[in-house]
């Protein structure tokens, strides 16, 4: 059941299934270490290495050509597009209070988190405290759970420990002190995993220690009304104001008439290729979203030369972001960002049409309106570029069509 259950974690969300196994990988030992828990965890041993190893026979044989596509199959790489430096949490960033919560929306967020979707470990200093005195209440007053808290408080430590990443950064500045995942950001696998991210281990262990002490306090209430009073306080405290405010939205642009009415088929070979201006990456989403549209809707499929994935073509072997920046994709990119024509030159065309051919696209397509995730783009500036490069377009429905003329 064990080895079907973790097949089916890879599938979902590998990296959460590894952070799991990280995570009881520091728990257990501590666990099984702890002179109260020694004989027991030594009665079980041998069938727990039992359980292991039919988990890892059936899990493995599950998994077997997944885990070999995924790390010695075609387009391989090793380590992510990401930085773990900038990746990775703030020391400050624990005592802080996230940006979308009541303590943000009072003016006590920060900007403090590597990316504004992932305030991973913005606890606040109340629950800070509030999770020592739970370590310490508990660990006075049952005996029986000293192994257990124990292994929670020293788990807690890993992997806060280890979510700063290589190198300390204080309050938004970055130093040269190193840090215990410097060690580690070499190992397969570790050096896929963005350090900020091991703050989400330590979440789930400051919620069972706030179960494990409520669990107590109800069933031996403290007989002072005003313990009692300090714990409701305690508790108030430190977690109202995490309370979750309502996320930011936004309204995209709609998907063009070219696509929701399925005109794209009159210009695209079934299974053929056709990019949106600029192409699509992280910041410019629209191809993908074209994509899902067409897909959902029953109209066929049209491939497209990029999008919002980590791929080979980094330096080293490492992975990158999206597939390794050519002639026309940078022209583009730039006039997007900037609303300035690049200077377009006769190799400047050959190698964009070179390009195009290359990824085997059979139409270029600019919407009126172009989302970008990060920053406002330049419609006009877009049109002008891909004209100056291919040609006047033509108007098909609401978009600007280019056709890429064969070599």
């Known amino acids: 059941m064990l080895g079907v259950a973790v097949a089916v974690a890879f599938s979902i969300a590998a990296e959460g299934l590894f952070f799991t196994a990280l995570a009881l990988g520091v728990f257990l030992p501590i666990w099984a270490l702890h002179p109260g828990r020694r004989a027991q965890a030594r009665a079980a041993l041998p069938a727990f290495l039992r359980g292991l190893g039919v988990t890892t026979l059936t899990a493995g044989a599950l998994l077997a050509y997944p885990l070999w596509l995924h790390f010695a199959g075609p387009q391989r790489f090793h380590g992510t597009g990401f930085d773990p430096v900038i990746h990775a949490e703030d020391i400050a960033a624990y005592a802080a209070y996230p940006r979308r919560s009541l303590a943000g929306e009072a003016g006590l967020g920060t900007s403090l988190a590597p990316n504004p979707t992932e305030e991973n470990s913005f606890f606040g200093v109340p629950l800070l405290l509030l999770a020592a005195v739970c370590l310490g209440y508990l660990w006075r007053r049952d005996r029986a759970l000293r192994a257990t808290v124990a292994a929670l408080g020293g788990t807690a430590v890993v992997f806060a420990v280890l979510s700063w990443g290589p190198r300390a950064k204080w309050a938004g500045r970055h130093t040269d002190t190193p840090l215990p995942f410097l060690l580690l950001d070499n190992l397969p696998v570790v050096n896929a995993a963005l350090p900020a991210r091991l703050a989400l281990i330590v979440a789930p262990v400051f919620g069972v220690l706030l179960a494990y002490t409520v669990d107590r306090l109800r069933a031996d209430p403290p007989r002072r009304r005003a313990v009692r009073a300090a714990w409701g306080l305690g508790l108030a405290v430190a977690l109202l104001p995490l309370l979750p405010t309502p996320l930011l939205t936004g309204v995209r642009e709609p998907v063009p008439a070219f696509i929701t009415a399925g005109t794209w088929r009159e210009y695209v070979s079934p299974g053929g290729t056709l990019t949106p201006l600029p192409l699509t990456l992280d910041v410019t989403p629209d191809g993908q979203r074209w994509q899902a549209y067409a897909l959902a809707h029953r109209q066929g499929e049209f491939r497209i030369p990029a999008g919002f994935f980590l791929g080979p073509g980094g330096p080293d072997g490492r992975g990158r972001i999206g597939p390794p920046p050519r002639t026309f994709d940078t022209l583009m990119d730039q006039a997007g960002r900037t609303g300035l024509v690049p200077i377009v030159t006769e190799g400047s ?59």
């Open 349 to 407: 065309i050959r190698l964009s049409l070179a390009d195009l051919r290359y990824w085997g696209v059979e139409v270029v397509v600019l919407a009126d309106r172009v989302h970008g995730a990060k920053y406002d783009l330049d419609e006009d500036a877009l049109r002008r570029t891909a004209t100056a490069l291919l040609g006047p377009p033509q108007r098909v429905d609401d978009v600007w069509l280019w056709r890429v003329p064969p070599a």
